[in-house]
């Protein structure tokens, strides 16, 4: 079983400060997915990274996958209240074949 | 485009009873669709998945006589629990996958078994 530990699994900022999720596994994986999931719903995707050392920006968030393909992080900038909610990090060994193996979520509250 | 849908979205049924959920891609076919289920304050583990036209493969530890599996066409895939009880009330999630890499979530299913 792969495992993806995410940390940290907490987290309360006040709005305007920056913060930085991690995702890290012992395994490599082909594809690693970063979902946003409010409470009673299904994970919404923000981004998926495939190659080594690949950074994304998304508006305030910016996405980075490991040169191994072991780890990746979401860092976010000047952070908002509309920001508040579930991460969680995904891993697939394979492509759009493979279930996803799901660290164990980051609950972020962005106080105003 | 890439919406997956899921029906019902809440059930509440008595134990002993079985239960269907259903989960169709609405605007793109999905040979391979995923179950999931995610209990409260965890996160999601992956149960199955659906193949087309081809029986499902369960990970370990899900018992596949109890969560039966049907992908009877490319936009739809079916999840039956059978026999419920108390502890199989969960949330669960079904997803497809449009392109390589990419798998969209559909809006879950709460199941209580009273």
């Known amino acids: 079983t792969q495992l993806l530990e995410q940390s940290p699994q907490f987290l309360s900022i006040q709005e305007g400060e920056n913060l930085t999720v991690y995702c890290n596994s012992s395994?490599?994986?082909?594809?690693l997915q970063w979902y946003r999931q409010e409470p009673g719903e299904g994970p919404v995707l923000l981004v998926t990274?495939?190659?080594?050392?690949e950074v994304k920006k998304l508006k305030r968030l910016t996405f980075q996958f490991g040169d191994a393909r072991k780890d990746s992080s979401l860092h976010i900038t000047a952070a908002q209240p509309g920001d508040t909610g579930l991460y969680l990090c995904a891993g697939a060994q394979g492509g759009g074949a493979d279930g996803l193996t799901f660290g164990k979520g980051t609950h972020l509250i962005i106080q105003p | 485009g890439a919406v997956v849908s899921q029906h019902p979205s809440r059930v509440i049924c008595k134990s002993g009873t079985s239960v269907k959920i259903e989960c169709r891609s609405l605007d793109f076919q999905a040979t391979t669709m995923f179950w999931y289920r995610q209990f409260p304050k965890q996160s999601l583990m992956l149960m199955a998945t659906s193949n087309e036209g081809s029986k499902a493969t369960y990970e370990q530890g899900v018992e596949k006589d109890k969560f039966l599996i049907n992908h009877a066409s490319l936009t739809l895939s079916t999840l039956t629990v059978t026999s419920a009880h108390p502890e199989d009330s969960s949330f669960y999630i079904c997803s497809a996958s449009e392109h390589i890499y990419e798998q969209y979530f559909g809006p879950g299913t709460r199941l209580t078994v009273t």
């Open positions: 395994s490599v994986f082909s594809s």
């Open positions: 990274v495939v190659t080594g050392g």
